[in-house]
């Protein structure tokens, strides 16, 4: 988040998120260096954490009773796997065969995640009841508090 300003709401706050992790998936699959590579992955595997951790905690539940109950159903399983891939790809080191593959189906999974949010789900929450300027406040600060806990920065 650094250099960016704090975004307006919960649904700015998740898309600004998307916009940051696809970035580094970009320039992860520009890097030749296997110590970036293996910095970058790091990076990338905290960032989706936070985020995950965030949307079930504050998201998730008053979605739930908002909006389309499959929609988060599925959000929820598909972060399942994405955290056994982030599990897979933390436990390897990046000399290890299926290490840049791994971190590829990681971008795939969280491609179509991000879509599926962003199309089907984030325009249901805009017309809910869910107060999303408040949301977003706490959307950040339990990011900032995860960050902190878990050695990365806002």
């Not at 998120?17 to 970036?36: C, Y």
């Not at 990076?43 to 985020?51: G, M, Y």
């Not at 499959?70 to 796997?81: K, N, P, S, T």
């Amino acid at each position: 988040m650094e250099g960016l300003s704090a975004p307006s709401d919960a649904i700015a706050l998740l898309k600004q998120d998307h916009r940051e992790v696809e970035a580094m998936f970009q320039q992860f699959e520009q890097l030749d260096s296997k110590p970036e590579k293996a910095k970058l992955a790091a990076k990338i595997c905290l960032s989706l954490t936070v985020h995950a951790l965030i949307e079930e905690e504050l998201l998730y539940p008053p979605a739930h009773e908002e909006i389309e109950e499959d929609l988060v159903d599925e959000a929820i399983v598909e972060h399942a796997g994405a955290k056994q891939l982030i599990a897979e790809i933390e436990a390897m080191k990046p000399s290890e065969h299926l290490y840049d593959a791994k971190v590829k189906v990681l971008s795939e999974y969280v491609k179509h995640h991000v879509k599926e949010e962003e199309n089907e789900m984030f325009p249901q929450l805009r017309s809910s009841g869910i107060d999303l300027e408040d949301l977003g406040e706490q959307l950040m600060q339990r990011k900032v508090e995860l960050l902190a806990r878990m050695g990365g920065k806002a």
